[in-house]
């Protein structure tokens, strides 16, 4: 008796759990519940988006600082307010260099010339 007993309530348990588990499970398939996950996924994409967006932006910021001091293209607060002068590049500030550079020949072809 004790054993059937057990076995009866066992029994009954699993199929409450079961029952329970399939009924979660259905309203989460519901398309109420579907729309509100997928508009959940979509905010929080949009986060993440917005957060990269920003690390970009700020690390776009940083490589520029780091340019403008390695070029030298830093101004006083002062001077930020005038026009900024003429820039010139590094290879026209040290013509000896240039002299030194021999560049090749380019064959040019006109293709009149065999006709």
């Known amino acids: 008796m004790f054993r059937r007993t057990f076995?009866?309530?066992?029994?009954?348990?699993?199929?409450v759990w079961a029952t329970t588990k399939v009924n979660r499970k259905l309203k989460q398939l519901t398309?109420?519940?579907?729309?509100?996950?997928?508009?959940?996924?979509?905010?929080?994409?949009?986060?993440r988006l917005k957060e990269f967006a920003l690390d970009i932006k700020a690390g776009m910021a940083q490589r520029e600082d780091e340019l403008n001091d390695a070029l030298g293209l830093r101004q006083d607060p002062d001077q930020?307010?005038?026009?900024?002068?003429?820039?010139?590049?590094?290879?026209?500030?040290?013509?000896?260099?240039?002299?030194?550079?021999?560049?090749?020949?380019?064959?040019?072809?006109?293709?009149?010339?065999?006709?």
């Open 7 to 15: 076995w009866f309530t066992a029994g009954a348990a699993a199929g």
């Open 31 to 47: 398309p109420e519940s579907l729309a509100a996950q997928a508009a959940d996924k979509a905010v929080e994409a949009g986060h």
């Open 80 to 115: 930020a307010r005038a026009l900024p002068g003429p820039r010139r590049r590094a290879a026209l500030d040290a013509p000896e260099r240039a002299e030194h550079v021999q560049y090749p020949r380019l064959n040019s072809y006109n293709r009149n010339e065999d006709h």
